[in-house]
């Protein structure tokens, strides 16, 4: 059965002017199945934006339009994209958790001709498929790259083992780790696919494949959500710790909205990310708790949900500077070096690739006096580009 749901946030109602002008925004995600939560925790970050700024919305109305896009296969993507650019006609598109949905919809928004916000997949060519798409969230090299030089330079190894989800963000991340790593000096001994992202695996043999070979790191990259819980049970169950193995990886692996279920296998995990929920800057400090405020004292938001608030800003950005007349090469101009004070710190639009500028920190999950976990930045690049595209490797080279 499909799944439409419509969401009007409108600033007029809130300040009472009664013909405010509407901007429809079609959003794509997966609100059933496998990704739901992970969607849930998006929603309620473009939300969230809207709520704590009505006063930049108005005097315009943005009305939200979902559909369910149901899991990573690319045909009900597809589906739900050609119906929210055909049936709905949006003025943008947004969402796009999964990679594989963002690949399979791309000739749809180019003929669409739409502007089109990734709030996630982050796998790296993405944005050369389609020269509307902007990206708000991340390229999995942005983490993987730097996290490979650190892993040489900051922790000291030199040997480390790959464990990935077997879909084109795993791949990427993979590609873009180990080419860090060895060009750091380090050498990788193992590269293992782990099963799908569409479904959690047992992992226990994977690690014990890894703990048999001794690394000094292992690297990791699931999708975020219940395979990251799933991580650290098996590696806390597997001793490879106290083997001296050191898990490392995106922050993906410390999904914040996963973290205290984790336990004190977490602790000692290593991370390179745009985003934790303990970043100490102040618009995180706010963010953090409106989003408790909001969504209650126990929810936590992510990188996720912060990819949907920057979304969303950077979608406001556009209605206010287009005045609500939404032309899709004008939407695209604005955002060409669009910055934004995020919870994640600064993030700018690169001009030329249509990626994100941002941030990245080296956080270790420590165990606070309270009993709670939480992640301590021990390291920070910042200003970090797409590495792909930077090295024009493969398909992130222009056409």
Not at 55 to 73: E, H, Q, S, T
Not at 269 to 284: K, Q, R, S, V
Not at 373 to 381: A, H, S, T
Request: proline share 6%.
């Amino acid at each position: 059965m499909r799944r439409v749901v419509g969401i009007a946030i409108v600033a007029a109602i809130l300040h009472g002017t009664a013909n405010a002008q509407e901007v429809k925004v079609g959003v794509n995600l997966p609100y059933t199945g496998i990704g739901a939560e992970i969607a849930q925790q998006m929603d309620r970050g473009m939300e969230l934006y809207l709520k704590l700024n009505a006063d930049k919305v108005k005097p315009y109305a943005i009305k939200l339009i979902k559909r369910d896009v149901k899991n990573p296969g690319g045909a009900d993507a597809r589906i739900a994209v050609q119906e929210l650019l055909v049936q709905d006609n949006v003025d943008i598109v947004a969402g796009w958790l999964y990679s594989p949905n963002a690949i399979a919809t791309a000739p749809m928004v180019t003929a669409g001709k739409k502007l089109a916000v990734i709030m996630n997949a982050g796998t790296a060519h993405i944005t050369n498929l389609s020269p509307h798409y902007v990206r708000v969230s991340f390229s999995m090299w942005h983490a993987a790259h730097a996290l490979g030089e650190a892993a040489v330079k900051t922790l000291g190894a030199k040997t480390a083992a790959i464990g990935y989800s077997d879909f084109p963000p795993g791949k990427d991340s993979r590609d873009a780790f180990k080419r860090a790593f060895e060009a750091s000096g380090g050498k990788v001994v193992d590269d293992i696919p782990m099963g799908s992202g569409a479904a959690v695996p047992d992992f226990t043999p994977f690690f014990q494949r890894v703990k048999d070979k001794k690394p000094d790191v292992f690297f990791v990259f699931i999708p975020s959500g219940d395979h990251a819980a799933a991580v650290a049970r098996t590696y806390g169950a597997l001793g490879m710790r106290q083997a001296g193995i050191k898990l490392i990886g995106p922050g993906d692996v410390t999904v914040d909205n996963k973290l205290q279920g984790m336990g004190a296998a977490a602790v000692g995990i290593i991370t390179m990310h745009h985003y934790n929920a303990d970043l100490d800057n102040p618009e995180n400090k706010r963010f953090v708790a409106a989003w408790k405020r909001e969504y209650g004292a126990d929810a936590t938001p992510d990188f996720t949900s912060v990819g949907g608030y920057d979304g969303m800003a950077a979608i406001v950005h556009v209605v206010q500077t287009l005045k609500g007349r939404i032309s899709t090469d004008k939407a695209l101009a604005a955002l060409k070096g669009w910055t934004f004070e995020s919870p994640r710190g600064p993030i700018t639009i690169d001009p030329v690739t249509r990626d994100i500028v941002m941030n990245e920190y080296l956080s270790e999950v420590v165990m606070g006096d309270d009993g709670r976990l939480r992640q301590k930045q021990i390291g920070k690049i910042e200003r970090v580009k797409d590495p792909c595209k930077e090295h024009r490797i493969g398909p992130c080279a222009p056409k």
